[in-house]
């Protein structure tokens, strides 16, 4: 990484992304970041630096745009129905090409999946979507292990999550990775993240 060790995590944000699967990690890795020595920074990049409308109608106004992004050493990429447009622009997939080239984890949350199997990403290796996805996953791309079960896959320098809520569990998984299971609880405790659905 050529900022040296100062550890940088870019989540990319685009029109129809889904709401939690954006903010879900971010919460999380700002958390760390606000509290860890390590002091990571997280940014969030849009592909022209302007602001996007999630999948719900919540507007996001990123901090850069791609081009001004940088070396980072996680990219964390959402999912939502505005990844069925960017997995059919071969632009777009060179893209993702070359930051996985350049970016030592790759993650994505619920159909980001699709994208990176679009890129030839998830080739061969076990990968995780949303739950109903998993068709168009296996169309993209037959020769990936699809784990339907996991809450997130993690294959070394790639992390895929399951749908909206499991990108949180797969940032704080993140965080036990980069700095340490205490650091990964702390945060836990701190965004009160304890699930108990009433229903």
């Known amino acids: 990484m050529s900022t040296g060790h100062h550890l940088r995590v870019g989540i990319f944000v685009f029109d129809d992304a889904e709401e939690l699967d954006v903010v879900g990690p971010y919460e999380v890795l700002s958390y760390w970041a606000r509290t860890s020595d390590l002091?990571?920074?997280?940014?969030?990049?849009s592909v022209d630096g302007f602001?996007?409308?999630c999948a719900k109608g919540l507007r996001l106004v990123p901090d850069l745009s791609a081009a001004e992004l940088g070396p980072v050493h996680?990219?964390?990429?959402p999912g939502g129905s505005g990844t069925r447009p960017l997995l059919r622009d071969s632009e777009h997939l060179e893209w993702v090409r070359t930051m996985?080239?350049?970016t030592p984890l790759m993650t994505s949350v619920c159909t980001g999946a699709l994208v990176y199997a679009a890129a030839g990403l998830?080739?061969?290796?076990p990968a995780t979507?949303?739950?109903?996805?998993?068709?168009e996953l296996a169309t993209l791309d037959p020769s990936i292990l699809a784990d339907t079960e996991a809450r997130f896959v993690d294959d070394g320098d790639v992390v895929t999550?399951?749908?909206v809520s499991a990108g949180i569990d797969m940032a704080l998984h993140l965080v036990a990775r980069?700095?340490?299971?205490?650091?990964a609880k702390a945060v836990r405790r701190g965004i009160q993240y304890d699930p108990e659905p009433p229903v």
């Not at 996680?74 to 990429?77: D, G, N, W």
């Not at 979507?129 to 068709?135: I, K, L, P, R, V």
Request: hydrophobic residues 45%; aromatic residues 14%.
């Open 39 to 45: 002091r990571p920074e997280v940014v969030t990049f």
């Open 51 to 53: 602001g996007v409308r």
């Open 74 to 77: 996680v990219l964390v990429y």
């Open 100 to 102: 996985r080239a350049s």
């Open 122 to 125: 998830l080739s061969g290796r």
């Open 129 to 135: 979507t949303y739950w109903s996805a998993f068709d």
């Open 161 to 163: 999550s399951a749908g």
């Open 178 to 183: 980069l700095e340490s299971v205490e650091a």
